[in-house]
């Protein structure tokens, strides 16, 4: 690994944990409103900076994911061989290049609510295509099994 390699993963690490420091959910009691699922507004510092009004969300109520669970989980693997792991209850998503095992924990969580017994992330090369004389290279990614307890499920094929 080269030098400039390393700098651009540290860059990109960086860039992952300032989002976590942005991304503060407060869980609280919920006062129940008519019109929205955000609760109320607090005050709250954040690392000896001027005090900042916090939105305080449900996470039990509201069906949108987080910001940093959006960046982590970049969709779910659509397979034949995905689809037979399914019956395992093992499920399979592309993630982030710098995502590891604990961060696709957190996330699995915090988008479907079920907390996985195990997290197996793989790294993927590329394959060598060819269209006529022109040759390509599929782009390399970073695929997580998710080993999910006895009778629970999660729906990834919403949509799909």
Do not use: C
Not at 83 to 102: C, P, T
Not at 135 to 141: F, I, L, N
């Amino acid at each position: 690994m080269g030098l400039l390699d390393r700098w651009s993963k540290r860059k990109k690490q960086e860039q992952l944990e300032k989002t976590d420091e942005k991304t503060v959910v407060i869980e609280k009691t919920v006062a129940k409103t008519a019109e929205s699922k955000v609760v109320k507004s607090e005050t709250k510092k954040f690392f000896g900076k001027k005090e900042e009004p916090v939105a305080v969300i449900d996470p039990a109520e509201t069906d949108k994911k987080s910001v940093l669970a959006n960046k982590i989980l970049v969709k779910p693997l659509v397979t034949e061989k995905a689809a037979v792991a399914e019956s395992l209850n093992k499920y399979s998503f592309l993630v982030h290049r710098s995502a590891n095992k604990y961060q696709v924990k957190q996330a699995v969580l915090e988008v479907y609510g079920v907390k996985p017994l195990a997290v197996n992330i793989v790294n993927v090369q590329g394959k060598w295509v060819r269209f006529g004389r022109t040759t390509g290279r599929h782009s390399d990614y970073r695929k997580a099994i998710i080993t999910l307890p006895k009778g629970k499920t999660i729906a990834i094929h919403k949509g799909v």
